[in-house]
């Protein structure tokens, strides 16, 4: 039984190529109608090691990059100098060629003890990056997205909680603490985007379109509800 996939647009590629030429076309005409409107565009990405060529391919389009504010879906608790870390990612692979000018806003605070940063984190996409134009998801092959962890005893909180739109975690099968932006945060967004790639993921897109519950692979929190089109791209 498929649960609410009319809610997704499925876009499935048989090459990495197209399916990356695809949805950077598609970011960036997000992000050029939302300047045209607005004067500004938020682009909240994330991490890991799926997104790298979307991010070259992304900052090599020659659009006013410096009226868009660049930052993260999800971070690690560590400094942005660790090869881990997905703000070093964000600043090698998409904060080059034109896309050099756009306004990193930072999700880890140096100083601060994950704990702490919570609120600070919620203020700072609260002032800075509301309303969100374009969020780009990924998916793990437990089925986490953003750093929303299977079974984790924060996981209503990042399911429920309206009032912070930042939730940190320490998952217990992936290392290091994690910020992350909550289920509401992520559905707050104006264009949605699920990027996979791999036939193991796949299985797991399957499961969840079949109605998995969410504790078991939050992505199903994303993936199963009616608020908002998710444009799934996957090969
Ligand atoms: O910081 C992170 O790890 C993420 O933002 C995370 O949610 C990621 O999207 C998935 O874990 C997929 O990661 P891969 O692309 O490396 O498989």
Known sequence: ???????????????????????????????QNAILQKGNASLIVSGGSTPKPLFEELSSFDIPWEKVKIALVDERWIPSSSDDSNEKLVKNTLLQNFAKKAQFIPMYQEDMTIEDSQKTCSDIYQNEL???????????????????FPNNIKLEEAFETNESLCVFM???????????????????ANNIYLHFEGEQKQ??????LEGIDKKQMPIASILNQDKKIIEVYYK
């Open 130 to 148: 509301f309303p969100f134009d374009v969020i780009v998801l990924g998916m793990g092959a437990d089925g986490h997205t953003a750093s929303i």
């Open 203 to 208: 299985e797991i897109y399957k499961q969840v």
């Open 170 to 188: 320490t998952p217990s099968n992936a290392p290091y603490d994690r910020m992350s932006l909550t289920k509401n945060a992520i559905l707050s």
């Open 1 to 31: 039984m498929k649960i609410n996939s009319q809610n997704n647009n499925e876009n499935f590629f048989s090459e990495q190529k197209e399916l990356i030429e695809s949805l950077s076309l598609k970011i960036i005409t997000n992000l």
